[in-house]
C-alpha cells in the first residue's frame, strides 16, 4: 500500500509506478478526479485523475475499486487518450463504486459559495457524490448498464436536487431524459470494464499475486483523521485501503508512507510551516508545485514532522518514500519542524481541534543545505554518494519518525529513485 503523508502531492504517482514493476495488480481505492497523478516515463508525461498510475504496464490489471468516486466521462477520456498512445487499458471497475453525477459538480460549487469559510474544494463533485453514497442515494457503476433501474432512480432524485438547486440559487435545469441517455452512453463504453473487483482482487491474493494499493491525496485529507472540516470526503489512510477495495487487514503485508522533503497543500486550511516568502516562491517554481488537477499555486512550506509523525501512527507505515529531495537543492539553511509551541507549550502529537492548530507555532530544527547536481548520475552510485547533508537530512527524517526510509526521489523519472533496500 502507498499512501500519501501529507495533504497530497507527495509524488505517490511515481513511487507507485516504481513498484508496479514488481506487482501483478494496482488496486485505486479512495477519491476521484480530485487527484492528479504526474508520471514521466522515458521523458513523456502522463497525467491521470482516475486511472491507477499503474495503467501504463498494459500486462497488469488495474482495479478501480469500490471506493472510489467514478467521474465516467472524464474515465472515458483518459481511456481514450491512452488507446490513441497505442496504451490498451488493463482495466477493471468495482460495479459497487459511486458514480459522480451532473448535479454533484452543481453543489460542489453551490455549497462553496454559501459556505463562511471556503475549503477549497476541487468543484469536482467529489464531496456531494460521497454525501449521497453514505445517503444511500448514490448512483453505482453497475446502474449505467441496467436503463430501468438508472431510470427509477434518476426519476426520483432529480427532482429532489431540482428543490436543492432552487434553495441554493441556482438557475441549472436538470433533464432526467438527457442524463439518463448521457450516462447509459458511459455505461456501455465502461461496461466491459464493470466486474466484481473485490472478488478479483481476493483471488489475486489466493493465487499469490502482488497487489499494490494505491492511495490518492494524504493522510490530513482524510475526512475522519485529516484537519476536518478543511479535508476531503474520503478515507486517505490505510483503513481506507480495505473498505476502499473490499479485502481484509490482515492482507496487507507493506505500507509505504510516500513524504515529500517539504511540505505543500492546496486549498484552505492550517498549514503551520507555510513560508509566504521568497523561499517558499522558490520552492513552489523549482518543485512545479501546481496543483495537477485545478492547476492552482501550492502553498509551500518547510518539512513538518509533526505532521508526519502523525501519518506514521495513523497508517502504521513500514517504510517511507521520500520524494522531491532535490528541490531543495541550493539552499544555505533548511529548517525541519520538530514540535509546534502552543500557548508556551511544547506539542509533539498533530491536533485534532484546527482551533487549536492555527494557533501553533513550529519549532525548528536547522540543517544546512547542499549544492545542486547532476542526481541522475549521482543516482547510479547509490545512496552513499548523496551529499553528507542531504544524508543528514534524511536520517533526522527517519530517525524522528522511527521509521526506515526505503526509498529516496531525486527526480520525475524512474530512474531518479534510490532503493534503500535494493
Ligand atoms: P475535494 O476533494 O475536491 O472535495 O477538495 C477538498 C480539499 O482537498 C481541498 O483543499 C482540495 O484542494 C484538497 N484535495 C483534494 N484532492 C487533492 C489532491 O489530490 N491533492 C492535494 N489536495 C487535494
Known amino acids: 500500500m502507498i499512501l500519501g503523508s501529507q495533504w497530497g502531492d507527495e509524488g505517490k504517482g511515481k513511487i507507485t509506478d516504481y513498484f508496479t514493476e514488481k506487482s501483478d495488480m494496482i488496486v485505486r481505492f479512495q477519491g476521484g478526479t480530485n487527484a492528479g497523478h504526474t508520471i514521466v516515463v522515458k521523458n513523456e508525461k502522463f ?14 490489471k488495474s482495479i478501480i475499486g469500490n471506493g472510489v468516486v467514478v467521474d465516467p466521462k472524464i474515465l472515458i477520456q483518459e481511456i481514450e487518450g491512452l488507446e490513441k498512445k497505442g496504451i490498451q487499458p488493463n482495466l477493471l471497475i468495482s460495479e459497487r463504486a459511486n458514480v459522480i453525477m451532473p448535479y454533484h459538480k452543481i453543489m460542489d460549487s453551490a455549497e462553496e459559495k454559501i459556505r463562511g469559510k471556503k475549503i477549497g474544494t476541487t468543484k469536482r463533485g467529489i ?24 431510470k427509477e432512480k434518476l426519476d426520483n432524485i432529480i427532482p429532489v436536487k431540482q428543490k436543492i438547486f432552487q434553495a441554493f440559487g441556482e438557475e441549472t435545469i436538470l433533464s432526467t431524459n438527457e442524463t439518463l441517455k448521457e450516462y447509459l452512453e458511459y455505461g456501455k463504453k465502461l461496461g466491459k470494464y464493470i466486474a466484481d473487483t473485490s472478488l478479483i482482487i481476493n483471488q489475486a491474493f489466493d493465487n499469490g499475486k502482488n497487489v499494490l494499493l494505491e492511495g490518492a491525496q494524504g493522510t490530513q485529507l482524510d475526512v475522519d483523521h485529516g484537519t476536518y472540516p478543511y479535508t476531503t470526503s474520503s478515507n486517505t489512510i490505510a483503513g481506507g485501503g480495505c473498505t476502499g477495495s473490499g479485502i481484509s487487514p490482515l492482507k496487507i503485508k507493506n505500507i509505504i508512507g510516500v ?32 496543483g495537477t488537477t485545478t492547476g492552482r499555486p501550492r502553498r509551500c512550506g518547510w518539512l513538518d514532522m509533526v505532521v508526519v509523525n502523525y501519518a506514521c501512527r495513523i497508517n502504521g507505515f513500514t517504510s517511507l518514500a521520500v520524494t522531491k529531495i532535490d528541490v531543495l537543492s541550493g539552499l544555505e539553511k533548511l529548517k525541519i519542524c520538530k ?16 482551533r487549536i492548530l492555527e494557533k501553533c ?28 547533508n542531504m544524508k543528514k537530512y534524511l536520517e533526522y527524517i527517519s530517525s524522528s519518525s522511527k521509521v526506515p526510509t526505503g526509498i529516496v526521489s531525486l527526480g520525475p523519472g524512474r530512474e531518479e529513485t534510490i532503493n534503500l533496500k535494493g
Not at 460521497?130 to 436503463?147: A, F, N, P, Q
Not at 517539504?262 to 498549514?271: A, D, K, L, S
Not at 510551516?273 to 513552489?284: A, N, P
Not at 542526481?375 to 552510485?381: A, L, M, Q, R, T
Open 47 to 60: 497525467k491521470f485523475h482516475l486511472l491507477p498510475s499503474g495503467i501504463l504496464h498494459p500486462e497488469k
Open 339 to 354: 514540535a509546534y509551541k502552543y500557548n508556551n507549550e511544547i506539542i509533539t502529537n498533530f491536533p485534532a481541534d484546527i
Open 361 to 388: 507555532v513550529p519549532v525548528y530544527e536547522e540543517f544546512d543545505g547542499w549544492e545542486e547536481k547532476n542526481w541522475k548520475e549521482i543516482v547510479k552510485s547509490g545512496y552513499d554518494a548523496l551529499p553528507e
Open 259 to 290: 513524504v515529500k522533503a517539504y511540505t505543500t497543500r492546496v486549498g484552505e486550511g492550517p498549514m503551520p510551516t507555510e513560508l509566504e516568502d521568497k523561499t517558499g516562491k522558490q520552492i513552489r517554481d523549482k518543485g512545479s508545485e501546481y
Open 127 to 150: 464531496g456531494p457524490c460521497y454525501s449521497d453514497k453514505i445517503s444511500r442515494g448514490g448512483i453505482r457503476m453497475m446502474d449505467l448498464t441496467d436503463e430501468k433501474i438508472l
